[in-house]
């Protein structure tokens, strides 16, 4: 057992360290230690998205007020000494506004001044209509309120975070579980020796200073805002949750009546006339409401214009003991009161359930309960900023714990041995992903020794951080991999750069970092080795060269540096260079998830023209393809920039260089057709996972349809929808070495999801063509009813052998994830492992290559892990 998983005060030297680990008891401060870990890992994470639910929250408890504020006389009149108007004189006052919208609810209060609302049916396609308030006296239709529309964002953001409502739900249902979690593992982790003392709950010591005031401060508040996030919490998963909501009604014997569709297109009469119906007459029923329920304060009625259909009486009475203490009547278009069911005459269960919004918000309260509710939404952002700083300074406190015992075993350590005084050979040092970076390498190892500098090179998963002393001069040629990570070879060897404390002061070094400048992060990897060896207190040579995109004067400054050690000038390096750019054809796209919940999933067929038939690719090989606007997209900057997109500039028309570049600003003026020319910028190519062997004559991609707020995404756009059957493409192949096969009958285990399942079939079939038998594939989509891509292929290997492990997992149908499976099934998992397994993993780098990592090194040890991706036995295609 490592020293630092050992229990906090027990050291090797300790009894209970020498115990067998069965033998050992779970304890308590296992268990809290356990909880701290989740609290904060929680915290940090789910944490920030909640500040942005508690602010939103915050606004939307006084919203009426705040609305009221903001529109003086809109909803609250002077009271005047005459009667208000009924329903029925109000819904006339707005029909005769607005003729051609059928008003559907009239909702009207007792109190004096205050303004009748009017909802008007939903328009054809619309989820609902709109509301107008009506002067309660006059009948003049009110002013529009002014920030209605912002508060309907807010609440918007607050429900579902902007997204999809059938999407955003379960998310922020889940976001509230995670509140309750941290509200209870907070409570659990400050519960205090004296718990019967409420002075050691609710207060603390404002004389504390620095780390114990943060802390003093985050659990006090918490305890204080404790009960608001429990009802939070709990209200927010019964409307997240179908299978909660309808759990809980049931329990109160409550049945919700279906929700309503849109409003569809209204009938027309021969000849494209409405069909008109007579507007209900709500004087009778209203008669007869104000007879049963002399004592009301608000009444709301719906109603529709067809004959003979009832009116609904939704209303509060005088004395409600809360705003949705409703009573509910249905009253006759003739008046006869058909159902009469006072608040009071309701279930238990039924009264519960209507206590649920005013608690959420804190009106069930009034105004005290607000207060207390808004406080505690506005409190999020302190839990957050005061959990991060916490977090931090515990950080840097065990950073500074490690340098201490670093000090102490330097002291304790013998005394290293003298430095060599022959010359060491240059390290020329490469970690490679898709083998530009070893390319690289090669080259200037080549450049060096052509000038008689000795060279050795070698892989950085070869290397340890002390090998590095062995080196008077290293040079590092260092891909980024992904946001700005190590390649999977590299990660090993940058874990332990990072936990290295001891100095490197006789190291000169530099970096030549590639990477791409779409990522946040770019040349992350690059930079970070740059900054820990100059921490270590290597030298730079030279200041690091970045290499954008295999940016060729880039590579031309990386050769003028190394003059500086006598090198020779590089040779020509086109630095991500494969085979020629070709022209294919767009032979079919067929869509294989219809229906699915998630984006459309293509495979789109390429086949080649001319010299293209003779390429030839390995499976896990990429298509690097010329993107293009649609031509609908050029055709509109066209217009707004007033260019003619027939122009000729050099052998093409402007729409045509349009097409495949970079759109400026539409709004720029340009001078001519050749001045908008002069400026463009080409687009960056896209790649993508080849799906298909030689043997099957073309190339086949499988695309996710991407879409954001300005329509489809570029590349797969083009792809999916905007290119028709037989439009040219240009395109080249790219070898993949990372992710290359294995060419020995070795077992393999292939791991993805969604369109990383393109990666992974060129791969099957290339083993399925060589009789390879020992192959594995898990893996992950949304529902097995839409999202069975390849099932037929798929289910044709398991039936005859050459998949004889198959998981599918489907996360919409309660299957999990693919890490969950192989959690599941860890123990075939490590046998594989035992044969010489390799394991293939492509797809989404942010949720199923993390988790997949995350599995692994809990499965198998993180060192493990690192050993495989060193070994090559890790190969990853993720994006």
């Known amino acids: 057992m490592k020293r630092d998983s050992l229990p906090a005060g027990v050291t090797p030297a300790s009894p209970a360290a020498s115990q067998p680990i069965a033998s050992r008891r779970w304890t308590l401060p296992t268990w809290k230690q356990a909880w701290f870990q989740l609290h904060w890992f929680v915290g940090i994470t789910a944490g920030t998205v909640l500040v942005v639910i508690g602010l939103s929250g915050a606004l939307l408890v006084f919203k009426e007020e705040m609305l009221d504020l903001a529109n003086p006389g809109v909803r609250h009149v002077p009271a005047q000494n005459a009667p208000a108007l009924a329903p029925q004189q109000v819904a006339e006052a707005v029909r005769a506004a607005h003729p051609e919208r059928r008003v559907a609810s009239v909702i009207v209060y007792s109190a004096p001044g205050t303004a009748a609302r009017v909802g008007l049916a939903a328009l054809p396609g619309q989820p609902r209509g ?15 309120l002014a920030g209605e529309a912002a508060f309907e964002w807010i609440e918007f953001l607050h429900r579902w975070l902007l997204l999809e409502r059938e ?68 209200t927010g998963a019964y409307w997240a949750f179908d299978v909660v909501r309808s759990t809980v009604d049931g329990w109160a014997g409550v049945k919700r009546p279906p929700r309503e569709a849109p409003a569809k297109a209204s009938s027309r009469m021969p000849g494209g006339q409405r069909a008109k119906t007579m507007p209900v007459d709500l004087a009778p029923a209203w008669n ?145 992903q898709t083998g530009q970076a070893e390319s690289l390498a090669l080259r200037t190892a080549a450049a060096l020794r052509s000038s008689g500098t000795p060279a050795d090179v070698r892989a950085v998963a070869t290397l340890a951080p002390r090998d590095l002393a062995g080196y008077g001069e290293a040079l590092f040629v260092a891909s980024s991999y992904g946001e700005g990570e190590p390649p999977d070879g590299a990660r090993r060897f940058a874990r332990l750069l990072a936990e290295r404390d001891d100095r490197l002061p006789g190291l000169r070094y530099a970096v030549l970092a590639l990477g791409d400048s779409a990522y946040a992060r770019f040349c992350g990897f690059g930079r970070a080795l740059d900054d820990r060896l100059a921490a270590l207190g290597a030298t730079r040579l030279f200041a690091p060269v970045e290499v954008d995109n295999g940016d060729e004067a880039a590579v031309a400054r990386w050769s003028a540096a190394l003059a500086c050690l006598g090198a020779a000038p590089l040779a020509e390096v086109a630095a991500g260079a494969g085979a020629p750019w070709q022209s294919w054809t767009l032979a079919s796209r067929t869509l294989l998830n219809p229906g699915s919940l998630g984006a459309p999933l293509h495979e789109v067929r390429l086949e080649p023209d001319g010299d293209a038939a003779t390429a030839g690719w390995l499976p896990g090989a990429l298509l690097e393809l010329e993107a293009r606007h649609a031509d609908t997209v050029v055709q509109a900057w066209l217009a707004q920039s007033g260019l003619d997109g027939r122009a000729v500039v050099g052998e093409h028309t402007l729409a045509g260089l349009l097409a495949t570049s970079e759109l400026p600003d539409a709004d720029h003026r340009f001078a001519s057709a050749g001045a908008c020319a002069a400026v463009l910028k080409p687009l960056a190519p896209r790649r993508y996972s080849i799906a298909s062997l030689p043997a099957d004559g073309a190339v086949e991609l499988l695309v996710r349809q991407v879409r954001h707020e300005q329509g489809l995404g570029l590349a797969s756009g083009w792809l999916t929808a905007h290119a028709a059957p037989g439009t040219a493409v240009r395109a080249r192949l790219l070898a993949n070495p990372g992710f290359a096969p294995v060419d020995a009958d070795v077992p393999c285990i292939y791991i993805g999801n969604g369109s990383g399942l393109a990666g992974l079939r060129g791969h099957l079939r290339a083993r399925v063509a060589a009789g390879r038998q020992r192959n594995w594939l898990v893996f992950g989509e949304r529902q097995r009813a839409f999202d069975s891509l390849c099932a037929r292929e798929v289910q044709g290997w398991a039936a005859t052998g050459f998949l004889p492990e198959l998981d599918l997992v489907f996360s919409r149908d309660g299957e ?44 198998l040890g993180r060192d493990t892990v690192e050993l495989l991706a060193a070994e090559g036995r890790i190969r990853r295609d993720v994006y």
Request: hydrophobic share 50%; charged share 15%; with cysteine.
């Open 288 to 432: 007869t409401f104000v007879g049963t329920a002399p004592g009301w304060q608000m009444a709301f009625l719906r109603f529709t214009d067809k004959p003979n259909d009832p009116i609904q009486v939704a209303w509060l009475a005088a004395d409600a003991p809360h705003p949705r203490a409703r009573g509910a009547m249905t009253i006759a278009p003739d008046g006869t009161l058909v159902k009469h069911e006072p608040y009071a005459a309701k279930s238990a269960g039924a009264r519960a359930l209507t206590t649920l919004y005013p608690l959420h918000i804190g009106t069930y309260f009034g105004l005290p309960g607000q207060i207390a509710m808004m406080l505690a939404s506005l409190a999020l952002p302190g839990f957050a900023v005061t959990g991060w700083m916490l977090y931090l300074k515990r950080r840097r406190q065990a950073r500074a714990a490690r340098t201490e015992r670093a000090r102490l075993q330097a002291i304790d350590g013998a005394a290293g041995p003298l430095a060599m005084a022959a010359v060491a050979p240059v390290l020329v040092a490469y970690a490679s």
């Open 130 to 144: 709109e509301s107008v308030y009506v002067h309660p006296y006059t009948g003049a239709l009110q002013p529009h």
């Open 167 to 234: 999407t955003g739900k379960p998310v922020t249902g889940t976001l509230a579980l995670c509140l309750l979690g941290l509200a209870l593992s907070g409570l659990y982790l400050r519960w205090p020796r004296n718990a019967r003392n409420w002075r050691t709950w609710l207060t603390f010591d404002t004389r504390l200073k620095g780390r114990s005031f943060l802390w003093a401060l985050h659990a006090v508040a918490g305890t204080w805002a404790l009960v608001a996030y429990l009802v939070f919490t709990l």
């Open 816 to 859: 999990g994830y693919v890490q969950d499976r192989l959690r599941a099934r860890a123990g075939l998992l490590r046998a594989w492992i035992g044969d010489g397994a390799v394991l293939f993993i492509c797809g989404s780098l942010q949720g199923m290559a993390g988790g997949v990592d995350a599995a692994l090194a809990d499965l």
